[in-house]
């Protein structure tokens, strides 16, 4: 079972570079094959580069933090 208070803690290193351009990031659940859903929110949410913003940034930053995670993917 991944850690939520790491997931949690992980988010929060990022989330001021997505505040600083309007956007959030918002925890949502995790599934048992370790993939962490999230959802973004503010300008994150319909921007052309949610897609690499997701999987280049806050994907790579929660699996060098969180052991166990094996994705993150985007919720509405």
């Known amino acids: 079972m991944l850690d ?32 962490v859903l999230v959802r973004l929110q503010g300008a994150c949410s319909g921007c052309p580069s949610a897609t690499m913003t997701l999987k280049m940034g806050i994907e790579r930053h929660l699996m060098a933090k969180v052991p166990g995670i094996t994705a993150v993917e985007a919720v509405r």
């Open 4 to 35: 939520q208070k790491l997931i949690e803690s992980a988010l929060g290193d990022i989330r001021p570079a997505l505040q600083a351009d309007g956007g959030n990031v918002e925890f949502v659940d995790t599934t048992d094959d370790g993939v």
